[in-house]
């Protein structure tokens, strides 16, 4: 058992998904990163075999889910009540969500209100008050998505009879409470740790020991295996620089786990209203 043991390592993690400058570590300490990964928000570095490995969730994807979701069930007019930062979880989700609603044949329309519920409240009120209101919204957050229901509480407006809501994250004893209890899209925290601490086991014991910058598993620092490099040059510059993508590709596979954000179906979500 873990508990039992003594764990030379670090998983290092942020509650809301992001990119992060590094603490200064030991250089041979094992690192795994959870819900993170390292770089600049405005500037990221392109991954290499040097990045430490990493678990995320799925922004992307479950994001399409809540947008599939409510197309599924006839919503036309549907809104996503985003962030106004530029962390990863929000520039991911604006990409699932719009990525789906274009591929439904309808123009995304996203409001950038904030990850708070008094955001949400602000944002649900203006969107309510227009002359043709959404029937869905699809929030950033579960706290963004209690925000509009309150404000849909205020406004006289039915969840979800006249408005069906789908929030994000699943919060611990939060999302189910709320009136009605939220449909809403999984952040997997225990899947993500468990394979944290999983990957940082093998790196501790050996089996998947992290790479230095020289190069890859296997392979010296240009990717080159044997031969002059001064009489191959070019005839196999093409075929390098493939190889060299394709082994940077298979070793982020390997290294950088992505983890399915599901669907919790509850009870604010229905049929859209008819016109």
Known sequence: MLAERQ?????????????????????????????????DLEAPAPWTAASPPAVIPDDVQGARRAARRLLEVGHRR???????????????????????????????RIVRAGWEMDDGHRAGAALLAEDEPPTALFCIRDRVAAGAIHAAALAGVRVPEDLSVIGFDDEDFFAEV?????????????????????????????????????????????????????????????????????????????????VECPLVERSSVARAPEA
Do not use: W
Not at 195 to 218: F, K
């Open 78 to 108: 549907i809104v996503m009540v985003s962030g106004k930062d530029h962390s990863v979880a929000t520039r991911e989700r604006e990409e699932g969500f719009a990525a789906e609603i274009t591929a439904a044949g309808l123009v995304p």
């Open 178 to 258: 709320l009136t009605p209890p939220l449909t809403t899209i999984a952040l997997p925290h225990q899947e993500m740790g468990r394979r944290a601490m999983t990957m940082l086991l093998d790196l501790v014991e050996g089996a998947g020991s992290h790479v230095g910058a020289g190069g890859g598993p296997g392979g010296s620092a240009d990717g080159m295996v044997g031969g002059s490099a001064d009489a191959t040059a070019d005839a196999t510059a093409d075929a390098t620089v493939d190889a060299t993508a394709d082994r940077t590709a298979d070793e982020q596979r390997a290294r950088v786990v992505v």
């Open 7 to 39: 764990v030379d390592g670090l998983v290092y993690g942020s509650m809301g998904r992001t990119r992060i400058a590094l603490p200064v570590l030991p250089p041979d300490m094992p690192l795994v990163l959870m819900n993170c990964e390292e770089g």
